[in-house]
């Protein structure tokens, strides 16, 4: 007898926790269907992977309805339409914007409602007639669909690294930095004679300077001599040149005025030619005369030969 009990306590238990369940079911399914909604029409123009329906819809950041459909647009199938229902208190205005949000880590999306200020009018949803909100670019859509590529891109990248590192050229950099060791250790050694050449270059440096301090130096004097001297030699040169132009006026009108008489004594210039050239005889005659009496004065004036002298 305690046996059949126990079963039927066990039974009577199990009858009211599935009585339980059902009654919860049917009260949660009417509060469901009793509670309003408000519909609307997301518009994307991107792969909307990781949506479908069920999924949720937050404004910011609280979950307030879910997607009940999603379909392709018959003129554009590059565009993609998601229906969904929020509760009919949400404050959906005419600003409210929509974009795709990750729900977690497996990859599930969510739509994501968020902006709308204060003044703007409210945006009624209406099941028959729902108005329409385009989605915001997604950047994380971009990715999604740009995955592909980049995978390859970053597959090119290695396949370019292990070119770049093979051992041909991991060789080629290794007798590179040898090289560079070397060479660093010969500067190291003559580090001594470097330093001396630089310092020969910074002395060689300071006497060009003051070479060049010189140099303006004497640009600087030669300026001011000219600008001092050669002014008034230039203007000693224009006053003589103001006088050479007077005299040379003078002149030819001296010789306008006087040309007869310069004719005339060309005339008598011609006529002392002969009586020139007598007297020019003369004086020859005379010179010779002079010549010999100075070598042999006695011999001149007695007609004697001139004596020779006696060497004992």
């Given amino acids: 007898m305690e046996t059949r009990a126990h079963h039927v306590l066990i039974g009577l238990f199990t009858v009211i926790a599935v009585g339980g369940a059902l009654l919860f079911a049917l009260w949660l399914g009417k509060s469901s269907i009793d509670r309003e909604y408000s519909y609307y ?23 307030v309805g879910d997607v009940t459909r999603l379909w392709l647009e018959p003129d554009d199938p590059r565009k993609v339409r998601a229906r969904i229902r929020v509760y ?3 404050p959906i205005k005419t600003d409210t ?33 729902p108005p329409l909100i385009v989605a915001d670019p997604s950047s994380l859509s971009a990715l999604l ?7 390859s891109n970053i597959n090119n990248l290695l396949v370019s690294a292990n070119e770049i590192f093979s051992q041909e050229n991991t060789a080629r950099l290794s007798r590179t930095l040898e090289h560079l060791e070397q060479a660093t250790s010969v500067l190291s ?18 006497q060009a300077n003051t070479v060049m301090a010189d140099l303006s130096s004497l640009a600087r004097n ?7 001297q050669g002014r008034s030699v230039l203007d000693s040169a224009a006053h003589s040149m103001t006088a050479l132009d007077r005299t040379t006026a003078r002149l030819d009108s001296l010789l306008a005025e006087n040309q ?3 004719h005339n004594g060309m005339q008598g210039f011609n006529e002392l030619g002969p009586a020139i050239n007598e007297l020019r005889s003369t004086l020859g005659a005379l010179r010779r005369v002079t010549q010999r009496l100075e070598d042999n004065p006695s011999g ?7 004596l020779q002298e006696f060497t004992p």
């Avoid at 050449?197 to 910074?202: K, R």
């Avoid at 030669?222 to 001092?228: K, S, V, Y």
């Avoid at 001149?300 to 001139?306: A, I, M, P, T």
């Fill in 88 to 90: 009919g208190d949400t």
């Fill in 41 to 63: 029409d997301i518009g994307f123009s991107q792969a909307v992977s990781g949506l479908s329906s069920g999924s949720s819809v937050e404004y910011s950041g609280i979950k």
């Fill in 145 to 151: 669909e740009n995955g592909e590529d980049l995978m």
């Fill in 97 to 129: 914007q929509a974009r795709l949000a990750l729900a977690n880590i497996t990859g599930s999306m969510i739509i994501q409602l968020h902006g709308g200020t204060p003044q703007s009018p409210r945006l009624e949803g209406d099941a028959d007639n």
């Fill in 300 to 306: 001149f004036l007695l007609g004697r030969e001139k």
């Fill in 222 to 228: 030669a300026n001011g001599l000219l600008d001092e």
């Fill in 260 to 262: 007869g008489a310069l």
């Fill in 189 to 206: 050694d003559q580090r001594g004679d470097l330093a001396q050449t630089l310092q020969q270059f910074n002395q060689l440096s300071q």
